[in-house]
Structure formats: structure tokens, C-alpha cells
């Protein structure tokens, strides 16, 4: 009997027909859609949260907080993302595990069944005598026969199949690093966190210039910088001004030179300064020894700056000293 090979077709044939590429292909682009949706939601965040004002302005949302310091109320003033966790999930595995179980089966039975059967007999009986002045024969004969012949035959073929599937998808997200751009923008944010006043002032940097000893018409140089801030901490803006008052000075010293931004300040009257783009004036100057006193004496040097910042007057003091003039 030959073999049978319609299981084998159609084991094949079912295994060709599986959808491979939708069975692997739709849950890859699912995790694809779904990280753009996560990172449409982290943008929606910031944008939300975190970012005020329009499209093409926008602003740092800030949380200011308000507390004292060496006797002092001082503000901080903290960016809002640079506090808050910014949803950023990522997937960052996907396992795929695929079965397929093909039962394909046939059977086929056949049964031949035959039978002959034959039977034969006879009998002859013979008789002499003398016909016609010869001799003669005479006889009598019986014969008797049968046949029979039989055969069957019963044939039987079945063959079934089944395919099953079985899919398993195994995907995994987690809290992602932030891309580099954002985590550099929220290291700046996290540098910009200063405690400020919380209302208009004048800072200056260095708060004192100490000149040490200076000798009789010598002259010694510096430079500091002052900045102003209005009372929400922010910088001036360019085209505020600062007033330098005229200065007073003390014991063996005088003021040579003075100049602001590269304008020349009075050492005889006030003088107003404008400010950089950055809030700033740039302060340079020289400080010139007289004839010293018997015993000597330190020289000191005070000049008041004023300003006023979003509606608020703001002032501060630059303070230059000399340990004494020999």
C-alpha cells in the first residue's frame, strides 16, 4: 500500500499560511506608536507645566519660596521643572514567544477477502458384444461437477487535522533617562536657583576692595561690578540707570579716576549711569596716596549707588580701603 502523504501537505501548507509578518509586525508597531504617545505626553507636560506664554515666548514657570537668612528675608526663586519629576517612559523591552501546534493525521484500512471453491465426479460403465458378426461396444457414462467461487473486499480511509495558535507578548517600560537636550536645559535651570531680595537692590561684587598699603603718589587700580534686580529677582533691563552719589573719602587718599560702563563719573557731583544689556555697570578706578600722616592712617572710600527697578528704588554701597599711605 502506498504512503499516505496528505498529513505531511497539509502540515505545510498550513504552516505557510500563518501571518508571520502581522503576528510579529503588529506588536512592533504598536510599541512604536505607543513611545511616540509617551513622548507626546512628556512634551505636553512641559509645555503645560512647566513653560508660560506664547509659542514664541515662552517663559519658565517659577515657584518662589521665602525665608531668612543672617537676619535677612531673602527669596528663592526655583524653576518649576527643575523640582518636579517629568514623566518620560520608554519601552525598553518587547519579547514576542509564538506557537503554532499543527495535528494532521490519516488512516486508511483495506481488507480483501476471496474464496474459491470447486468440486467434479463422474462414473463410466462399459458393456461387450458381437454386432453384425463382429464384435461390438457398448457403454454408459455419468459425470457429475461443481464450481464455486467467492471474494470481498472492504476498503476504509479517514484523515482530520488541526492548527492552533498561541501568542504571547511580553513588553516592558520604565522611567527612561532624559535625552540630552533636556537634561541640559534642566542643568541650566537647576544653575539659575540663587537666592535673591525679594524687592529692588543693588548688588556689587566685590562688596569691599581692599587696596592694601599705598605709598605717596602712588596709584592703585580696581574694578568691580555692579548689578541691579527688581523685586521679583530679576535683572534690570538695558536703559535703567544708576546714580553714583558724589563720593567721601577718607584720610590720606583720594579718588583719581572713576568710570562706569566707560563713562566718566563725577568725583564732584552725582552722575547717572545706564546699564548694560545684562543689568550691569563694570566699575573701574584708581585710588592715589597723598602725604601720609604722622602716625599713618587708613584711607577709606565710599561711593552710594542708587536706582530704581519695575516702580522700586534699590541702593547699595562700594566701599574701598586702604590699610594706610607710608
Known sequence: MPIDTTPSNVATSAL???PF?????????AAIEAQAQAAQTSWNFIREVGLS????????????????????????????LAIVPIPYIAIDNITIDFKA??????STFQ??????????????????????GGWGLGG????????SSKKDSTATQSSKYSVEYTMDVHVGASQSDMPAGLAAVLNILQSSITPTIPEANIQVNPK?????????????????????????????????????KTPNVEGDVE????????????????TEVELNNDGEAVVTGKVKGKTPSTPPVAGKITIEVTGTFAGEEAKAEIVINVAKVV
Do not use: H
Request: charged fraction near 30%; avoid cysteine; proline fraction near 2%.
Open 16 to 18: 505557510q499560511s500563518i
Open 21 to 29: 509578518g502581522s503576528i510579529i509586525g503588529g506588536p512592533l508597531d
Open 53 to 80: 506664554g506664547s509659542d514664541d515666548n515662552k517663559r519658565a514657570v517659577t515657584v518662589d519660596f521665602i525665608y531668612q537668612s543672617q537676619g535677612k528675608l531673602v527669596r528663592l526663586v526655583v524653576p518649576l
Open 101 to 106: 501546534n499543527i495535528d494532521a493525521s490519516s
Open 111 to 132: 481488507k480483501d477477502t476471496s474464496s474459491e471453491k470447486a468440486k467434479g465426479g463422474g462414473s463410466v460403465e462399459i458393456k461387450g458384444g458381437i454386432f453384425g
Open 140 to 147: 454408459k457414462a455419468n459425470f457429475n461437477a461443481s464450481y
Open 208 to 244: 569691599t576692595i581692599n587696596l592694601g598699603e599705598l605709598k605717596e603718589d602712588d596709584e592703585k587700580e580696581f574694578t568691580l561690578t555692579i548689578t541691579g534686580f527688581d523685586n521679583q529677582g530679576l535683572r534690570a533691563k538695558k536703559g535703567d540707570k544708576v546714580t553714583f
Open 255 to 270: 579718588l583719581d579716576t572713576l568710570k562706569a560702563n566707560n563713562k566718566d563719573v563725577s568725583l564732584s557731583a552725582d
